[in-house]
């Protein structure tokens, strides 16, 4: 078939982000014949994701258990470039170095992350539906043309099983291990007729803490417990021209909020122990309503539509502090000025909800033909209201409010897209896209500290780009090769402070080459990739007089390379993959520094002097992952499969400022695993994670208005059991 087949299936399953192009990921890579192809299937059609010029690490549902993919943290030890820090409320993704460093209530990640077609705004909720999962793609570099904006690092999509027609099956997945892990998944799909079929799958997933708190609190941060439900009711006419999806879920995550280990602990120097009085808790619950059609027009043209609700909600407190001994502010006295360094003790209580409806319609071609194309409208509306309590004079419990942030933002995002690929021979394709975007954010304070204005106090900021893609690419027999220019952008926003200065949008414009080849058919495949970003006006997260601002006074440079590899021989499989990053800043600069506040020569006030060539935050120069596991039958229903793998990634840094504070040393994290395979149905596994018991730092969390920052400690050595049943 003609190969201009490849690149429509790119165009319309990247159609707004909507559609993956891993959406209807198959993998028979398990297969004893060797290396299958990563098969995407629309309308259908097939074609190879070797064919789609894409840097990218797509991983099967099959690929996620046998790597020990449990969360989206755990995307970073087998996908090259990516570096993922979870802090209290947020999980922080970045790629290439672009992506975010710390949240502020009004500002958005840099990376686009979509479940089954929903565009997922925000980074506190991106983490509470990673189950029953059928795959997931890593797109790295911008994807500003069919994801949008808020993609200027890049692009993550999981996507869940479809149900199947005439079809009835499910599954039983339960693991135990040590920390009293407890995690059931169980999934059932009803094919109800040829026309009516519907997935529902239950996770309920829990652990204690690996930290233990010695203080008075009676809490345990770290800990975990989470409720899920996802329901996929899938429908079709029996010509198969009209189709619709219409999905819900519902999830509920409690804990005492993450364990993190103070600064210059005086009580124990054990990573593990924590001294804490005050109350901690981190509740998350929600859910998401969506509606998908899609409907043959013609044989040649098709159009699809989307509408998304999404309800999150999240209410947390913290031990300020985070020690057992800080005194209480007594009555009476003032709890700002020198006082707040003699009794830093504080307690507080946030809530934030984030409503959202997101709307979607394309019209792409469904052709054979050199020439396919997809255009296409996007409409997000949302309201995030936001209430921070702190209760300066107490260390225990929240008893009343001595500082109080009440705000609400309002967003509305809209943007047209198109995309045109275009074979000019059998080999070269052309390839050419844009995206133009208006981006607005009203934003209310209704009650914040300090004086000099009048409550409510009300700003706006208003944003508008033009994104887009250009490439050429030629196909030869097993082997593509590609090159693009491609830019992302992240929309400006309104800071906390009243009379504070708006923050700016930013961009990333990257120049990228890549290859993908099967060097030794269905035995070897090897892809590559290499690019230079121009990354501007970064918007960069931190406190100023106690409160967060988001300013974006620096650019930054970065290039690299990326080199992933698959071996298949028999029962022996291998993986490798290899991230290479030099990201600096790209000019000299002054912004806000959180922990160590002051004026350096040539800066306002308050600002920090950070010079040309400084490391970007969360920019580890290598990122590393490499797998082996050898399938031995032991007859025609029995297998083996012992499997080892590493992960090593380079120091970064948590913000543009180097320090003990900030510094996030290298690691290399090794796993082993043992599975029983007992025919189609049954499988037992054993499992040993961080096999050596490295001592790591996960994550450095900064000082924030509500409690101080300290470090995140990654798990120790965890090993459990594992089963799963399939009927």
């Known amino acids: 078939m003609h190969k201009a087949r490849t690149i429509f299936l790119t165009t319309m399953l990247m159609a707004g982000a909507a559609w993956p192009v891993s959406a209807f990921a198959q993998d028979a890579s398990g297969s004893e ?45 087998v996908a090259p470039s990516v570096a993922i820090n979870t802090v209290n409320r947020s999980t922080f993704i970045n790629i290439r170095g672009v992506g975010i460093a710390q949240s502020a209530p009004t500002s958005n990640p840099g990376i686009a992350f979509y479940i089954d077609g929903q565009l997922i705004p925000h980074e506190q909720f991106i983490g509470q539906s990673f189950y029953d999962i059928g795959s997931v793609e890593v797109l790295r570099g911008p994807q500003g043309t069919l994801t949008g904006q808020n993609s200027t690092g890049g692009a993550i999509y999981v996507r869940t099983p479809e149900p199947k027609f005439g079809e009835y099956g499910g ?15 169980a999934a059932a799909n009803l094919g109800l007729s040829e026309t009516v079929a519907m997935r529902i799958a239950y996770v309920h997933d829990e652990r204690d803490s690996y930290s233990k708190n010695i203080g008075s609190s009676g809490r345990q941060p770290g800990n975990l417990n989470l409720d899920s439900v996802r329901v996929n009711l899938a429908l079709r006419s029996a010509d198969e021209r009209l189709k619709v999806n219409v999905r819900g ?37 929600g859910y998401r309503l969506s509606g998908e059609v899609r409907y043959d027009i013609t044989d040649g043209i098709q159009a699809r539509g989307l509408i998304s609700w999404q309800d999150g909600y999240t209410r947390d407190a913290t031990d300020g502090d985070r020690s057992n001994t800080a005194l209480p502010v007594p009555v009476g006295t003032a709890t700002t000025g020198a006082n707040t360094a003699k009794f830093p003790g504080r307690v507080s209580v946030a809530t934030t909800d984030f409503e959202t409806l997101i709307t979607e319609f394309n019209l792409l071609s469904t052709g054979d033909g050199p020439f396919n194309w997809v255009i296409g409208g996007f409409l997000m509306d949302e309201t995030v209201p936001v209430s921070l309590l702190r209760d300066n004079r107490n260390t225990k419990a929240f008893l009343q409010s001595n500082s109080s942030i009440i705000t609400e933002a309002k967003n509305k995002t809209e943007s047209v897209f198109g995309q045109a690929n275009w074979f000019v021979t059998d080999n070269l394709e052309l390839l050419l896209g844009g995206r133009y975007s208006w981006d607005e954010q009203v934003y209310t304070r209704f009650a914040v500290p300090g004086t000099g204005f009048t409550l409510p106090f009300i700003s706006a900021q208003k944003s508008s780009e033009f994104t887009g893609k250009a490439g050429i690419n030629y196909h030869m027999g097993d082997t593509l090769i590609y090159a693009s220019v491609s830019k992302g952008y992240k929309a400006g926003g309104v800071n906390l402070t009243p009379n504070t200065p708006n923050f700016q949008p930013e961009t990333n414009l990257v120049y990228e080459a890549g290859f993908k080849t099967d060097v030794i058919p269905r035995v070897l495949r090897v892809n590559g990739s290499i690019f230079k970003s121009d990354y501007k006006d970064i918007q960069l997260a931190s406190l100023v007089g106690g409160l967060p601002t988001t300013q974006n006074a620096l650019s930054g440079d970065a290039w690299g390379f990326e080199l992933e590899a698959t071996a298949k021989m028999g029962g022996f499989d291998a993986n490798f993959g290899m991230g290479y990053l030099d990201a600096k800043f790209g000019n000299d600069g002054c912004i806000s520094d959180t922990n160590a506040p002051g004026t350096d020569v040539g800066c306002a ?68 695993r043992l599975t029983l395979g007992l025919g189609e149905s049954y499988q037992i596994e054993a499992f040993v994670n961080n096999l050596t018991d490295k001592t790591y730092i996960a994550s450095q969390i900064q000082n924030s208005s509500s409690a101080d920052g300290g470090a995140i400690y990654g798990a120790p050595r965890t090993w459990g059991l594992r089963g799963v049943v399939k009927f």
Do not use: C
Request: proline share 5%.
């Open 249 to 285: 879920e519902w999830f509920d995550y409690q804990t005492d909020n993450i364990a993190v280990k103070r600064r210059g602990d005086t009580v124990s120097t054990n990573p593990f122990v924590i001294q804490e009085d005050g109350e901690s808790y981190l509740n998350q619950r």
């Open 33 to 77: 014949e060797g290396l299958q192809d990563i098969v995407v299937t629309a309308e259908r059609r097939e074609q190879s994701l070797q064919d789609v010029p894409i840097s990218a690490t797509v991983l099967t549902a099959d690929d996620l258990a046998r790597k020990g993919v449990a969360n989206v943290a755990d995307l970073q030890q």
């Open 171 to 185: 599954l039983v997945d339960m693991t135990v291990g040590d920390y009293d892990k407890k995690r059931v998944l």
């Open 605 to 672: 006030t308050n600002l920090r002097f950070v010079p040309k060539g400084r490391v970007l935050p969360f920019s580890p120069k290598w990122t590393i992952n490499a797998g082996l596991q050898y399938e031995l039958a032991v007859s025609d229903s029995v297998s083996i499969t012992p499997r080892v793998q590493w992960s090593h990634s380079a120091s970064q840094y948590a913000t543009p400022f180097p320090s003990a504070n900030t510094f996030v040393p290298k690691r290399d994290i090794f796993d082993a």
